[in-house]
């Protein structure tokens, strides 16, 4: 029994984990078995931290910010100036993720709770115009909102869920075309954005579950798209597809 080791075990900081983990040990030990009750345990800090982000609802506290910042015509023009201001001056060189030195001269974006890709352009516009919004916020005069500032590990969670939005409002761009026919596109759109929504659980692993739920949701608009041949006969009229998707991703069963 020397040769038999364990690893890591992951859990909480409840503290019945702690006597479960020392019992453990103890029995561990008994066996000749190397285990140390807090040597070989990960504790869940960054996903409780990052669960306790989710709690306060990151993507309600930018509506929180947008309201405010929009309530008031004064509070509209007022932040537009700090925008042109820290352009002109430089200040927001080296404050920037994508490395440029001035900002668009753009105005916060309200969301629809019922339109998840007008979420997706609210929540982009407020990480894009972040430094502004955090400057604006620290003046004299907006006091009364200055606790809607987004602190770092908001902005991180923030980050991870426009992530997740911004793929299936790509795929919502895409079949919205107004010069282009993008029913041919449909299904194909949907199996692409389950591809990238379960490439995405391994590396937000935080976000998998409420990936997993959206997945799930998707399953069923393609098993319903799939009940009817429109789709299919839109794919074989088109030139760029005609069988070919078809003959990758349907089964005999679905035909």
């Not at 040990?25 to 800090?45: H, Q, S, T, V």
């Not at 282009?180 to 659980?201: F, G, N």
Request: proline residues 4%; hydrophobic residues 40%; charged residues 25%.
């Amino acid at each position: 029994m020397s040769s038999v080791q364990l690893g890591q075990i992951t859990m909480d900081n409840a503290s019945n984990n702690n006597s479960m983990l020392e019992s453990m040990a103890k029995e561990l030990k008994k066996r000749k078995i190397p285990f140390d009750a807090d040597g070989n345990r990960i504790r869940l800090y960054i996903l409780e931290a990052y669960a306790a982000v989710l709690k306060n609802d990151p993507v309600g506290h930018c509506r929180d910010i947008v309201a405010a910042c929009r309530v008031s015509g004064q509070r509209r023009r007022r932040l537009r100036a700090v925008i042109k201001e820290g352009n002109e001056s430089g200040f927001w060189r080296g404050k920037l993720p994508d490395g440029t030195a001035t900002l668009p001269v753009v105005q916060l974006l309200r969301d629809c709770v019922t339109r998840w890709s007008s979420t997706f352009k609210m929540t982009d516009r407020v990480i894009l115009l972040n430094p502004a919004i955090q400057s604006f916020l620290q003046e004299r005069q907006n006091a009364d909102i200055a606790h809607l500032n987004l602190d770092a590990k908001t902005m991180a969670v923030l980050q991870d869920i426009q992530q997740v939005i911004e793929i299936p409002h790509t795929a919502q761009e895409l079949l919205s075309s107004e010069r282009t026919p993008t029913l041919s596109m449909a299904l194909p759109a949907y199996e692409q954005l389950a591809v990238k929504w379960k490439e995405l659980q391994s590396t937000i692993w935080e976000l998998a579950h409420y990936i997993g739920v959206g997945l799930e949701k998707l399953e069923k608009y393609r098993n319903e798209g799939r009940k009817t041949r429109i789709y299919a006969f839109a794919m074989i009229l088109n030139p760029g597809s005609k069988f070919e998707w078809i003959k990758t991703y349907c089964t005999r069963v679905d035909n």
